[in-house]
């Protein structure tokens, strides 16, 4: 039956479209955008269309029916809010710093997509508040307070309390708080971890192009072999060993972790810094120092480095991600950042139950996807920035 | 005379960069009568490709026409709806790639791709075409023509895919060919066969034809007239034959006159003496294939000897050998007698210090990151001893020898030089070690004409006041001309002739010497119908069969 | 033909190198275990017959190359030994499990296998059509706005995590709006059309997932091919768009989309493990997380084979298929 009312649709839409390239067409005097529009486009735009019309009327349809919250409605309003926040903050941020600044900041600002400029202001914001969480958090993360499943939104009238804006966890701890410690811990952790795959992955990875010979090979073949196993179950199966090592002194299981993630890791740096290293290599200047008997150490830190740069850069913003998420599915399963630090992978396991009261209360189902949202926010802001990079470097090649 | 076939008014094209829309050419007029051949000219940059392209209507990505008008036989191409493009495409407008390549698609047959155009334009169905193509491939000369249209575009050479390419774009019988660079990605030997084969079936077909290249000497051969360009705009027009005798713009006249730039002869060298640098009995091998058979020569004080070959012949390879980044497997390398380690890893740092090189691609030779003060500066500290203050009056030195302003150029990147300034710097870290000898590995062929005659200059003027010696590895004889004192021809990892550049330019020499020299294009108009004569139609085919 | 031949059998032999040498890191990672094996799971509370019982029943009384060859060769005839839960019930009781009624590790993978992979296969007949449609639709219409709109919310769905894509689903699909179950609680005997309803959120959050990678690969492929020179040629040979299409740019597109599809279904293999335990579902993934939990080695190590072996499976498939499509490999000089 659906899927009758599905075809009735896109039947619909197929006349529309057609009628509105027809009149397109005869309303413009056939001017080429309608000229040479293929039907195919003409569709799309009359989705789009729809889509979007669709879009602001359910926008538009009441919070509250006869006093029954409409949850979709709301969530679908905090989402359009949130969108247009975001947004809005961030064409601010990029005005704000195309004017101030010196001239290398003002001009890269006003080379910088909107969705480059978000992912900066996003990779500030987190780097502030996980590096002044202490100041910021209005409780301690492992603080128990008054009174558990306190509802977030503050309003006492669907059992909130303005003191926790976001409410307690089950035991009663401010959801708020360890959300703030949550960046320190999360965030925190997963850099440490992406720096120490770098340090050791990187730093064989250019020895491995720049010696070459049984070395490269030796390494790339084991570096071959620890990549066959997938990246999560591998460090699934790690953590299991590490567990039994650590006892039960919990904290080194989260110390363990991060060697664990970091050696698995820095076999993709040592792969993409190889390569690296390999195209620089083969260059004419190094050549050159070569031949003018330049040791090892000048050949890596001085002349192959200082062009690895932006390579090494975006590769490290991908490679954060991936870590950084790697972690919170960890910490998701159990195994990951130990309590009592709060962590947002373990936040969101501990309150993802509350999701099924969405329907009747949709200020309680907010929690755990703060949480979750959280960590989506930041790898957002990272992709962005990184997919910005990455574009600007392929078209400067062209 | 009636209406022009393609008439092209006030064109203007824009390209887009950094979020802008700049100009490419700004308002250019042609005109093509049918059966004319323009030769479209001008430095890299000039916009001939783009103009090309623009005649068939056609842009790339990131490109647009911003006025003017391309009409062709009524139809104005600027404005015409995509169908209606189509229909003339391919159909009477045909074009012709510099990459044939990468101009085929390698996932179907070379005959396939030849009556794709004439079976959607609904000139003929698949079996003629198929015929036509093979008679095509014939008259322009393809080995096996009956055979050679059912490979695969990685099955076949080169020169035989850019001939196979022509045959395609003379499927529909067009009224018109754009030619775009066709022989630039070819060996000179084979670049006259593909000439010859073009220029023989533009006129039996009588096409007209636009023809695109950098090189003067070929579009004397393949043009009725000749439009210059520069930066966009065009410099002057005019008659193959007047513009070759009387250039009327400065500009034009300069790119003539860099074919006269020849230093004077050196006196021959006194029998007895110990040359500077001796490649005795050399072979070398890439894993387990030798590419180098026994190859052996004398660089002398003060002398410049060319290395010359086409691609793949070996020439580089030789100087990857004198330098020890690939150690010979027979044979060895004396420098002023003494024999050399053969690897450069066992060299101490003054024999390092006596061969140095410049390179071809200015691009990759620098140290992107690096400020120009500080690539010369490293040799002078490491070969030198230099620190400080005398560090940078020897870097200025070497600034003002290869005439940069050292304050001006000191502190700047690679990336905001220009080519040849670039290639300058290159020069200039190389004389910081104070070498005697110098390897030029094809120095001049990624520049443009003018750039590359100030760097023949600048190097001929440091060799008269340093003593110099040069290997000068090179493909173009114009080149060798101009500057060498010995030649050494190779081919395929053998000498095959060697000698004073005198008796290497009069005959009689070795068949392939023979081969490379005649096949160099001269400006003279005439000069591609009198080497046909010269060979005979027959000799040029011959010579296609044994390049397979 | 006999050099195409040559290369595939190479493949094959590589990559089972490849799965003999992971085998051994794994059984080197157990291997490293602190003390014995057998202490280390038991705790320090366990009596000593219980902890010889577990030797024995793990020979690990021999030798480690013994061991591993036994455990090699077990694995290839499709024994991959006794749960721990099992040999602990044995050990504490002092009865060799070698009882007809003792469930081995196989008996427990293998109807979670089929699940997972049942589960995988609907989230790639979904995930495939759909990415290499989008992938292909915005490359052709690149930097347009479809182009943009789609590069974001891509980028944002690759940058979550499965389980936030997850609760989103189950908050708009099974809460809101009960369309789908949110429990994923299937059984054997079930009927097809009940499984599949019970199996579609997890899917879907995994399709959401590799759609988003599988289809930025297309598009990147697609791209990339559109700028040959070739495309370009036929181009101003005046073909319809279409045909440049089909006839130029999918021959050559074929081998980058099989690879991408391929590698993408290799994420999928870890991607399952997350969705799993969101929606309950009774897959090897979520067996995987449970013997970790409980440190049952010889379960988590059988497991982890098993998705190395089909990791290194489909990369095969995708080496071997894009050998094949290349046709300067298949019709050689």
């Known amino acids: 039956m659906t899927l009758l009312y599905l075809a009735l649709f896109a039947a619909v839409l197929f006349g529309v479209a057609y009628v509105f390239r027809l009149v397109g067409r005869s309303a413009t005097g056939n001017a080429p955008f309608f000229r040479d529009m293929p039907f195919g486009v003409a569709y799309g735009y009359m989705l789009a269309a729809f889509l979007l019309l669709f879009g602001i009327y359910y926008y538009l349809k009441p919070v509250d029916l006869e006093g029954v919250p409409q949850a979709g409605v709301m969530f679908f309003r905090w989402a359009v809010q949130g969108f247009i926040m975001f947004a809005a903050a961030a064409f601010v941020f990029r005005l704000i710093f195309r004017n101030v600044g010196t001239e290398g900041t003002k001009k890269l600002f006003r080379s910088m997509p909107l969705t480059a400029a978000f992912g900066v202001m996003i990779i500030i914001a987190y780097a502030f508040v996980s590096i002044f969480a202490g100041l910021i958090a209005p409780y301690g993360q492992e603080e128990i307070l008054g009174a558990a499943n306190i509802v977030p939104g503050g309003n006492p009238a669907m059992g909130g309390n303005p003191e926790y804006p976001l409410g307690t966890d089950q035991i009663g701890r401010d959801i708020l708080s360890r959300l703030i410690y949550g960046a320190q811990n999360t965030v925190g952790i997963a850099f440490v971890t992406t720096c120490l795959a770098f340090f050791i992955g990187g730093s064989l990875g250019f020895l491995a192009a720049t010696l070459g010979g049984w070395l490269d090979q030796l390494l790339s073949r084991a570096v071959d072999a620890l990549m066959a196993i997938p990246a999560l179950i591998f460090a699934l199966l790690l953590i299991t060993i590490a567990t039994a090592w650590a006892g039960s002194a919990s904290w080194q299981v989260t110390i363990y972790m991060i060697f664990i993630i970091a050696i698995i890791d820095s076999t993709r740096v040592f792969r993409l810094s190889r390569a690296v290293g390999l195209n620089i290599v083969v260059m004419d200047y190094i050549e050159a120092a070569k031949l003018r008997g330049e040791g090892l150490g000048y050949l890596v830190f001085r002349e192959m480095l200082p062009n690895a740069y932006a390579p090494l850069l975006a590769e490290f913003g991908l490679r954060f991600c991936f870590v950084f998420l790697t972690i919170a599915s960890l910490s998701f399963l159990g195994v990951g950042i130990q309590p009592p630090l709060a962590d947002w992978g373990t936040m969101v396991r501990d309150l993802s139950q509350f999701i099924n009261f969405a329907a009747f209360a949709p200020n309680v189902a907010v929690a755990p996807l703060l949480a979750a949202g959280a960590i989506a926010l930041l790898t957002v802001g990272v992709n962005f920035v990184v997919d910005w990079m990455l574009h600007k470097s392929s078209g400067l090649k062209e | 005379m009636s209406e022009p076939l393609l008439k092209v008014r006030g064109l203007k094209i824009e390209g887009r960069s950094d979020e802008t829309w700049n100009p490419i050419i700004n308002g250019v007029d042609m005109d093509l009568n049918k059966g004319e051949v323009i030769g479209l000219i001008g430095e890299s940059g000039a916009g001939k490709s783009t103009i090309g392209l623009a005649s068939m209507g056609f842009t790339r990505d990131g490109v647009r026409i911003s006025e003017g008008s391309v009409v062709f036989d009524g139809v104005d191409l600027v404005t015409a709806s995509a169908a209606d493009k189509r229909a003339l495409l391919g159909k009477r407008i045909a074009y012709v790639a510099q990459s044939a390549a990468a101009s085929f698609n390698p996932a179907h047959k070379l005959i396939d791709q030849h009556t794709e155009g004439p079976v959607q334009h609904s000139v003929s169905n698949k079996a003629e075409s198929q015929e036509d193509g093979i008679e095509l491939y014939r008259r322009l000369r393809l080995p096996n023509p009956e055979e050679i249209g059912f490979r695969y575009p990685h099955q076949v050479s080169g020169g035989q895919l850019q001939r196979a390419m022509t045959a395609m774009a003379m499927a529909c019988r067009p009224d018109l060919i754009i030619f775009d660079e066709p022989t630039t990605a070819l060996d000179v030997t084979t670049q006259i066969e593909v000439l010859a084969s073009i220029r023989d079936i533009v006129e039996q077909f009588d096409t007209a034809a636009i023809y695109i290249t950098h090189d003067l000497a070929v579009v004397a051969q393949m043009a009725d007239k000749i439009k210059v360009l520069l930066k966009g705009d065009e410099v002057e027009e005019a008659d193959t034959r007047t513009m070759l005798a009387n250039p009327t713009q400065d500009y034009t006249k300069s790119l003539w006159a860099v074919r006269s730039f020849e230093r004077p002869a050196k006196p021959s060298v006194v029998t007895g003496s110990t040359p500077i640098v001796s490649v005795k009995n050399v072979t070398a091998a890439y894993g387990t294939v030798d590419v180098l058979h026994d190859v052996s020569f004398d660089i002398h004080a003060g002398r410049t000897v060319a290395v010359v070959g086409e691609s793949g012949s070996g020439k580089s390879t030789t100087a990857r050998c004198i330098t020890g980044l690939l150690p010979p497997r027979k044979g060895y390398i004396e420098f002023e007698g003494v024999q050399m380690p053969l690897d450069y890893r066992r060299r101490d740092k003054n024999q390092l210090r006596q061969a140095q090189m410049i390179y071809q691609m200015a691009d990759t030779a620098l140290n992107p990151r690096k400020t120009i003060g500080e690539t010369i500066g490293r040799p002078v500290e490491f070969y030198l001893g230099l620190k400080g203050k005398e560090k940078r009056a020897k870097v200025d030195a070497l600034l003002d020898e290869i005439e940069l302003e050292p304050t001006e150029y000191f502190n700047r990147l690679p990336s905001e030089l220009s080519g040849g300034q670039k290639q300058r710097i290159g020069i200039a870290r190389a004389l910081a070690a104070e070498p005697k000898f110098i390897i030029c590995d094809e120095v001049t062929s990624a520049l443009d004409q003018l750039v590359a005659e100030g760097i023949l200059k600048l190097l001929a003027k440091l060799q008269d006041q340093l003593g110099l010696s040069y290997m000068f590895i090179t493909h173009d004889l114009a080149t060798v001309k101009s500057i060498s004192d010995e030649v050494v021809v190779m081919k395929d990892g053998v000498v095959v002739e060697q000698g004073e550049k005198a008796d290497m330019f009069t005959p009689p020499h070795h068949p392939y010497t023979d081969l490379l020299l005649s096949s160099v294009p001269e400006m003279d108009p005439d000069w591609l119908d009198n080497l046909l004569e010269q060979r005979g139609v027959d000799n040029i085919g011959d010579a296609a069969v044994d390049k397979m | ?333």
């Open chain 3, 1 to 333: 033909m006999s050099g195409l031949l040559r290369i595939i059998v190479q493949r094959l032999l590589l990559g089972l190198v490849t799965l003999f040498v992971v085998s051994i890191i794994i059984f080197v990672a157990v291997n490293a275990l602190p003390g014995d094996f057998a202490e280390a799971i038991l705790g320090q509370g366990a009596t000593e017959e219980a902890v010889t019982a577990i030797r024995e029943q793990l020979g690990l009384n021999q030798n480690a190359f013994t061991r591993y060859a036994t455990w090699l060769g077990g694995a290839v005839r499709g024994d991959l030994g006794v749960p721990l839960s099992q040999a602990l019930f044995a050990g504490n009781f002092g009865t060799t499990a070698t009882g007809t009624d003792v469930i081995t590790v196989v008996d427990q993978i293998i109807p979670r296998l089929k699940n997972t992979l049942f589960l995988a296969g609907v989230s790639a007949a979904i995930a495939v059509p759909l990415a290499v449609t989008l992938g292909v639709l915005t490359a052709l219409y690149r930097n347009s706005a479809f182009d943009k709109a789609m590069n974001v919310s891509t980028l944002s769905a690759i940058s979550s995590p499965e389980f936030f894509i997850a609760y989103i689903l189950i908050l708009f699909l099974a809460v809101l709006n009960p369309v789908f179950p949110s429990l994923s609680n299937i059984f054997p005997g079930m009927e097809f059309s009940e499984r599949l309803n019970r199996t579609m959120l997890p899917a879907l959050t995994l399709t959401l997932a590799v759609t988003a990678q599988m289809m930025r690969m297309t598009r990147a492929a697609i791209i990339n091919l559109l700028a040959s020179p070739y495309i370009e040629m036929a181009r101003l040979k005046g073909l319809s768009p279409m045909r440049v299409i089909v006839k130029h740019a999918l021959p050559n597109a074929l081998a980058p989309i099989i690879t991408v599809i391929a590698l993408n279904l290799a994420f999928l293999v870890t991607g399952v493990v997350v969705v799993e335990v969101v929606f309950v579902y009774p897959g090897i993934g979520q067996l995987f997380v449970d013997s970790v939990k409980i440190r049952d080695i010889p379960v988590v190590q059988a497991c982890c084979l098993i998705f190395a072996a089909v990791y290194i499976l489909l990369n095969l498939t995708a080496d071997i298929l894009s050998i094949i499509s290349n046709p300067r490999l298949r019709h050689p000089k």
